[in-house]
T-cell receptor, first 112, second 115 residues
Framework: DGGITQSPKYLFRKEGQNVTLSCEQN?????MYWYRQDPGQGLRLIYY???????QKGDIAEGYSVSREKKESFPLTVTSAQKNPTAFYLC???????????FGPGTRLTVL | AQSVTQLDSHVSVSEGTPVLLRCNYS??????LFWYVQHPNKGLQLLLK??????LVKGINGFEAEFKKSETSFHLTKPSAHMSDAAEYFC?????????????FGTGTRLLVSP
């Protein structure tokens, strides 16, 4: 089955801790994206990567970091510098020359 | 810059009645537009997309949308609602920035379907 997987589904973190969210895709897509979703708002772009070993900041990158060492993987680290990290995080990927993005099932992060 | 406005935060319908979810867009050139659906605590699923071909676009699960340039609208419709249609729906416009495609999301419309 081709698709995007995100793990874990639920994540709890204490204040001051860094935490890493996993995103893996086996669709052979070049571009990958991380979004944050808060209640009553649309999705906001955190980081994106168009090719391996390259990534760019999105609209709300402060307090987050990413890496893209493999085409299939695009992990997101939520650092202690992120002031309000509790949210639903969605990973997406896109095939080159196509318009639509495909989304993973999401990770719900709660800071205690 | 492109933007989308979803005119209703909530829409309530009865099962078997028509669905209309409204979306207006702003774009400096011919846009690519999408509707995505999200069920609770799930990822987003593409319902349909418009990319400058036919103005009436058919999607999955009986949904369709009509691109109206004169009205800058891309409303989503379905003739007969089903209980399983209850979800959040996002209207999205695609924006190109120096070769990178960025999706700009509306704030969503929650569809409630009553028996």
């Amino acid at each position: 089955d081709g698709g995007i997987t995100q793990s874990p589904k639920y994540l709890f973190r204490k204040e001051g801790q860094n935490v890493t969210l996993s995103c893996e895709q086996n669709l052979n897509h070049d571009a990958m994206y991380w979004y944050r979703q808060d209640p009553g708002q649309g999705l906001r772009l955190i980081y994106y990567s168009q090719i391996v070993n390259d990534f760019q900041k999105g609209d709300i990158a402060e307090g987050y970091s990413v890496s893209r060492e493999k085409k299939e993987s695009f992990p997101l680290t939520v650092t202690s510098a992120q002031k309000n990290p509790t949210a639903f995080y969605l990973c997406a990927s896109k095939r080159e020359s196509y318009n639509e993005q495909f989304f993973g099932p999401g990770t719900r992060l709660t800071v205690l | 810059a492109q933007s989308v406005t979803q005119l209703d935060s909530h829409v309530s319908v009865s099962e078997g009645t028509p669905v209309l979810l409204r979306c207006n867009y702003s774009s400096s050139y011919s846009p690519s537009l999408f509707w995505y659906v999200q069920h609770p605590n799930k990822g987003l699923q593409l319902l349909l997309k418009y990319t400058s071909a036919a103005t009436l676009v058919k999607g999955i699960n009986g949904f369709e949308a009509e691109f109206k340039k004169s009205e800058t609208s891309f409303h989503l419709t379905k003739p007969s609602a089903h209980m399983s249609d209850a979800a959040e729906y996002f209207c999205v416009v695609s924006q190109m920035n120096t070769g990178f495609q960025k999706l700009v999301f509306g704030t969503g419309t929650r569809l409630l379907v009553s028996p």
